[in-house]
C-alpha cells in the first residue's frame, strides 16, 4: 500500500477510507536524469551560492528556470515529451508553434523551439497529411462587429468520409465567430431536416440558447423553405454567402481544412473509426491558439484553458501566409514524396478513400530535366509510369530512423490516378423498407481488407461489374 502511495483512515463512525494520489512519473524521470548531468549539478552549486539568480532549485531538488523544469540533455527522455505533445489523441499533430507554447509553459531545455520545429517536419504524418497553405486573392468582406459568444454563427458539413460503424459518413461543423469555439458534429448524408434540426437544438441551442444570425454556404439543406421557417421561429436570419469560393463563412472553411487534417491524422495513426475520435479532436481545437483572438477557443469561452495531461496553457498561432510564391529547387540524390490524384472515377471508402495519403514515396531524384521538372528512381511495381515530374507534384521527404515505409496501398493508373475496383462478392442480403425491398451484395474492394467490404446496391453492381456474378 505505501508503494502505491495510498492514504489510510477511519471516519467518525469508524469506516476505513483510501485516498489515491496521481503523480505523473515523468516528472520523476526529469528529477532522475537532472541528478546525472553534469551541467545541471554546476548551476545548483552556483545556485547555492548565490552566483546565478535565473535559476531555482525547489525542495525536492529539481532544478527550475523561472517555473518550468529544466530538461537535461537526455535524448530519450526529450523525445518522449515531444511525442505526448504531439502524437497522442489530446494533441492530434497540431504544430510545432503550438506545441512550443504548450511545452514552454512547464519545460525548458537550449535550443527546444528549434528542437521541437525540427521533431514536426520529421513527422512522416504530418508530412504526408498536412496541406501546403497559399495567401488567398481578393479583399475580405467583414461582417458586423460581433458582441456576445454564440450569438453569430458559421457552419458547414464535411461529407464522403469513410463509412463508421455507426453508420456516420460526414461531420457538421458549427463554430461561434467571437470565440472561434467549434463543434464537430457526426452526421450521415441522408439525414433529413426534421432530423438536423433536433441535432441543433440538442447540441447547440441546449448549450448556447437561440443565435441572432448563421452564415452559410448557399446549399440545399440551408435554402430549404424548412429550415429558413425554422431559424425564423427562433428569431434567426441566414446570411448566405455569394461566391463560390465564400469570404464570408471563411471561418468555417478553415475550420474545416484542420478538422481534415485531424482526420487523416487519426486514420493514419490510430486505425479506429473516425468517430470515435471526434470528441477529442474538438477538444484538440478549442485547446488550441487562435491568432484572430490571441488566446484559444476555450480560454475566450471559459476565462482560462482547459486541463490536460500535461497541463497545457496558451499557445500561439504560427503564421501561414506568403507573399509570394516560392522558388522551390532540389539536388539530384535528394529524396521527395510524390502527389497522389484519388479522385478519377468512382472511389470506395474503407479506412483510406478520402482520408487516404496526400503523398506516397519517398523517392530519390536521379535526375533534374528542365528548370522544374525532376526524374525519380520509381520502384518496379511503378515502372509503366512516366519517371518525370513537375515540380508542383513534389514535396521534400525529412527523414528519420523511425520511419517504417508501408506497401504502396493503391494500384496507380498511367496518368497517376487509381480507381477502387472490386475483387469479389462476400454476401447477399434484401433491405427491406416500408414500400419496397432492396438486394444488396457485400462487396470486397482492391486494397482493403475484408473488415472494409462494403453493402453495396446488386443491380448497381450487376450493371458495372457482371463479372462477379459469373
Known amino acids: 500500500m505505501r508503494k502505491l502511495r495510498v492514504g489510510l483512515d477511519t471516519d467518525n463512525q469508524g469506516a476505513l477510507l483510501a485516498t489515491l494520489r496521481i503523480k505523473p512519473v515523468l516528472v520523476e524521470r526529469i528529477l532522475a536524469a537532472q541528478s546525472q548531468d553534469p551541467l545541471i549539478c554546476t548551476l545548483r552549486v552556483e545556485v547555492a551560492n548565490g552566483d546565478r539568480t535565473n535559476c531555482s532549485v525547489r525542495n525536492d531538488g529539481a532544478l527550475m528556470i523561472g517555473n518550468r523544469f529544466y530538461v537535461p540533455n537526455d535524448e530519450s527522455l526529450k523525445r518522449e515529451i515531444l511525442e505526448e505533445a504531439h502524437e497522442t489523441v489530446f494533441a492530434m499533430h497540431l504544430g510545432s508553434t503550438k506545441m512550443y507554447h504548450t511545452l514552454r509553459e512547464h519545460y525548458w531545455w537550449p535550443f527546444m523551439k528549434k528542437e521541437i520545429a525540427e521533431y514536426v517536419r520529421r513527422c512522416l504524418i504530418c508530412q504526408q497529411v498536412k496541406a501546403e497553405r497559399q ?9 458586423p462587429i460581433l458582441e456576445w459568444e ?8 464535411v461529407f464522403k468520409l469513410p463509412r463508421t460503424q455507426s453508420k456516420h459518413d460526414g461531420v457538421w461543423v458549427i463554430v461561434d465567430r467571437l470565440t472561434k469555439s467549434a463543434h464537430f458534429l457526426p452526421v450521415r448524408a ?6 438536423l434540426a433536433k441535432i441543433f437544438i440538442d447540441e447547440i441551442v441546449r448549450l448556447h440558447g437561440v443565435l441572432v444570425s448563421i452564415v452559410s454556404n448557399r446549399v440545399p439543406r440551408f435554402a430549404s423553405r424548412f429550415w429558413t421557417k425554422l431559424n425564423e421561429a427562433f428569431g434567426t436570419q441566414l446570411q448566405f454567402s455569394t461566391a463560390f469560393h465564400p469570404q464570408t463563412d471563411g471561418q468555417s472553411e478553415r475550420t474545416i481544412q484542420t478538422l481534415e487534417d485531424m482526420l487523416r491524422a487519426c486514420a493514419l495513426q490510430f486505425r479506429d473509426d473516425w468517430d470515435e475520435k471526434l470528441p477529442l479532436m474538438e477538444f484538440a481545437y478549442n485547446n488550441s491558439y487562435q491568432v484572430s483572438i490571441g488566446m484559444s477557443p476555450f480560454d475566450a469561452l471559459y476565462g482560462k484553458q482547459c486541463r490536460t495531461p500535461f497541463y497545457w496553457d496558451e499557445d500561439r498561432q504560427k503564421s501561414y501566409a506568403d507573399n509570394r510564391r516560392k522558388d522551390l529547387q532540389f539536388e539530384v540524390g535528394d529524396w521527395v514524396v510524390l502527389k497522389l490524384s484519388p479522385w478519377k472515377g468512382v472511389v470506395r471508402f474503407g479506412k483510406r478513400g ?26 518496379a511495381d511503378l515502372a509503366r509510369l512516366h519517371d518525370v515530374f513537375h515540380i508542383s507534384m513534389l514535396r521534400k521527404y525529412i527523414s528519420d530512423p523511425s520511419h517504417v515505409q508501408e506497401e504502396q496501398p493503391v494500384e496507380l493508373e ?8 472490386p475483387v469479389q462478392i462476400l454476401d447477399w442480403k434484401t433491405q427491406v423498407l ?10 470486397l474492394w482492391r486494397s482493403h481488407t475484408v473488415e472494409e467490404a462494403t453493402w453495396e446496391p446488386e443491380d448497381q453492381m450487376r450493371e458495372q461489374y457482371l463479372h462477379l456474378f459469373e
Not at 135 to 143: E, F, I, R
Not at 414 to 421: A, K, M, P
Open 434 to 443: 416500408q414500400s419496397r425491398e432492396i438486394p444488396l451484395v457485400k462487396v
Open 190 to 195: 441522408n439525414y433529413s431536416l426534421n432530423k
Open 150 to 157: 454564440w450569438e453569430r454563427i458559421t457552419m458547414n458539413f
Open 354 to 379: 478520402k482520408l487516404s495519403p496526400r503523398y506516397i514515396g519517398p523517392y530519390e531524384i536521379i535526375e533534374r530535366v528542365g528548370p522544374v521538372a525532376y526524374r525519380l528512381a520509381l520502384p
Open 414 to 421: 498511367d496518368d497517376f490516378t487509381y480507381v477502387e475496383q
Open 135 to 143: 495567401k488567398p486573392s481578393g479583399l475580405l468582406q467583414p461582417l
